[in-house]
Structure formats: structure tokens, C-alpha cells
């Protein structure tokens, strides 16, 4: 699996971003797509996941503000951004992995497929 982040840039609080991810693999079923982001001096975080199939599941920081989508035609996945805040200022990164089960999606050691990263950064 490779995968290929973008989209990150500099934007205002309250403001809105959409981040890519282009999704090369053999095989798409049981695919689980996740989203992960760093902040500087903090741990990976986890922001939220989405099956290939069907399904999506966000980290509590994001919930409401943030979702995530997917493009069957593009092999692309989206993390649509809205409502942003400074404290939302990182490196996100994507991920994948196979057959996860919702308890494990927001476990960053389950995935073994990493994208480069697309920093975000939001001034107050």
C-alpha cells in the first residue's frame, strides 16, 4: 500500500480545509483508512477512520467538526475540516490497514501503511 498526503496549508480559525490522500493498493477489501495527527512536543493522535466498505469513526476532539469521506473512482480519501481551531495545528498523517474491528481503529500500532504527512497549521 502507498500513500500520498495533501492538502495542508496555513488557514484562520474557523476556518476550513480538505485533506487528500491517494490510495494505492492491491486490493481495496477490508481496507481501513485512518486519519492520525501530530502536534509538536504531543503523541499521534488519533482523528478518525473510514472502511472501505462503509463506515466512519472520529476521535472525540474532532466529532462534529471533522469528517471523512472517500472516492471509490479516485482511490482517494478526504478529511474535510470545518470549524478549526488553533489547538488543531499538526502533521496529519494517513494510514491504512486491513480487517480492523471498530475497537482498534484508533490504535496508530494497527496500522502498517503511512503517508508523509501534510502539516496544518490554524492562527487564532
Known amino acids: 500500500v502507498q500513500l500520498q498526503a495533501s492538502g495542508g496549508g496555513l488557514v484562520q480559525a474557523g476556518g476550513s480545509l480538505r485533506l487528500s490522500c491517494a490510495v494505492s493498493?492491491?486490493?481495496?477489501?477490508?481496507?481501513?483508512m485512518g486519519w492520525f495527527r501530530q502536534a509538536p512536543g504531543k503523541e499521534r493522535e488519533f482523528v478518525g477512520a473510514?472502511?472501505?466498505?462503509?463506515?466512519?469513526y472520529y476521535g472525540d476532539s474532532v466529532k462534529g467538526r471533522f469528517s471523512i469521506s472517500k472516492d471509490r473512482a479516485k482511490n482517494t480519501v478526504y478529511l474535510q475540516m470545518n470549524s478549526l481551531k488553533p489547538e488543531d495545528t499538526a502533521v496529519y498523517y494517513c494510514?491504512?490497514?486491513?480487517?480492523?474491528?471498530?475497537?482498534?481503529?484508533?490504535?496508530?500500532?494497527?496500522?502498517?501503511?503511512w503517508g508523509q504527512g501534510t502539516l496544518v497549521t490554524v492562527s487564532s
Open positions: 473510514i472502511r472501505w466498505s462503509a463506515g466512519t
Open positions: 494510514a491504512a490497514a486491513y480487517r480492523l474491528i471498530l475497537s482498534t481503529m484508533n490504535n496508530e500500532r494497527n496500522y502498517h501503511h
Open positions: 493498493a492491491r486490493t481495496f477489501s477490508d481496507l481501513v
